[in-house]
């Protein structure tokens, strides 16, 4: 899996993003064990840092540093409704790109905003 992002928001700072991990079973199907322990490592921390959401259980939050790829991992323990437990990872390839600005053309048209009606 690959997720690509703009090194900077249109604030001009750092672009952040959430990010959550899913079970699946060996098909790729939705699995129906519940994840604790969640813990998510970048592989470059010079091209992008993940830390721990607090609003999101087991949820992470990226924050861009520099133009790169690298790789994102998270390690979570999977309890099946059975209550059998084991450790699981997952890896995406985090490309954070250059923001470029679209050139400003000169004026074309005109675009109306209205009010709301009394």
């Known amino acids: 899996m690959q997720f690509t992002m703009p090194s900077n928001n249109a604030a ?31 592989s470059d921390p010079t091209v992008f840092t993940v830390a721990v959401d607090p609003n999101t259980p087991n949820g992470g939050i990226i924050t861009a540093v520099a133009v790169g790829t690298a790789t994102l991992t998270e390690v979570a323990t999977a309890t099946e409704p059975g209550g059998a437990e084991q450790q699981i990872q997952g890896v995406a390839t985090i ?6 600005p679209p050139p400003l053309g000169p004026a074309a048209a005109l675009v109306f905003t209205f009010g709301t009606p009394q």
Do not use: E, F
């Open 12 to 42: 001009g700072a750092a672009s952040t993003v959430s990010v959550i991990g899913s079970p699946v079973d060996a098909n790729q199907k939705t699995s129906q064990a519940t994840l604790t322990n969640a813990a998510y490592t970048s």
């Open 95 to 100: 490309v954070i790109t250059a923001v470029v």
